[in-house]
DNA sequence: TCGATGACCTCTA
DNA sequence: ATAGAGGCCATCG
C-alpha cells in the first residue's frame, strides 16, 4: 500500500513528506489539501500540497485523485483533461462524485450504490 | 530583493 | 448556492 519514497527524490522535505502522505492515502478515501498540509506537518500550507503534487513524477504512482479542496469540492479546471481522469479513479473506488463534489468524511461504499449516479 | 502565481481556505454578502 | 475579498505561504522569474 503505502509505497515508500525516498529522501533524494526531491531536495526540499516538505515536497518528500507531502508525497509520503499521499502515498499512504488508503483506497476509496478522500481528505483535503489542508489536512494532508497538517498531517505532514506544515501547518496551513495547503497550497504546498498543490505545488508538490503538481511537480510530482508520475512514476511516483501517487494516488493524487484522493486529494481534493475543502467541503470535498474537486480542485481542478473541470474542463481539464486531470479532471476528467481524477473523477474516473475516485468513481473507480466507490467515492461518488456529484457536480464536482465528494462527500467526504461520510462516504460510505453503501449509499455510494444508493446514491450513486456518478455525474462527472 | 520583489512582485506574481497557484491542483488552497474561510468568511461575507 | 454563488461570488468576491482577504489571508496564507512556498516557488519562480
Do not use: F
Not at 501547518?43 to 470535498?72: F, K
Amino acid at each position: 500500500m503505502a509505497r515508500r519514497i525516498p529522501d533524494h527524490l526531491h531536495p526540499n522535505p516538505a515536497v518528500v513528506a507531502i508525497w509520503r502522505v499521499v502515498a499512504a492515502l488508503p483506497k476509496g478515501q478522500v481528505t483535503t489539501y489542508g489536512a494532508i498540509a497538517e498531517r505532514a506537518g506544515l501547518g496551513r500550507s495547503a497550497r504546498q500540497v498543490g505545488y508538490a503534487l503538481r511537480i510530482a513524477s508520475p512514476d511516483l504512482q501517487l494516488p493524487w485523485h484522493r486529494v481534493v479542496g475543502a467541503g470535498g469540492r474537486l480542485s481542478l479546471p473541470r474542463e481539464g483533461e486531470a479532471y476528467q481522469q481524477q473523477c474516473r479513479r475516485l468513481s473507480a473506488e466507490g467515492v461518488v462524485v456529484n457536480n464536482g463534489r465528494v462527500r467526504l468524511a461520510q462516504s460510505t461504499s453503501l449509499d455510494a450504490l444508493l446514491w450513486g449516479r456518478q455525474r462527472c
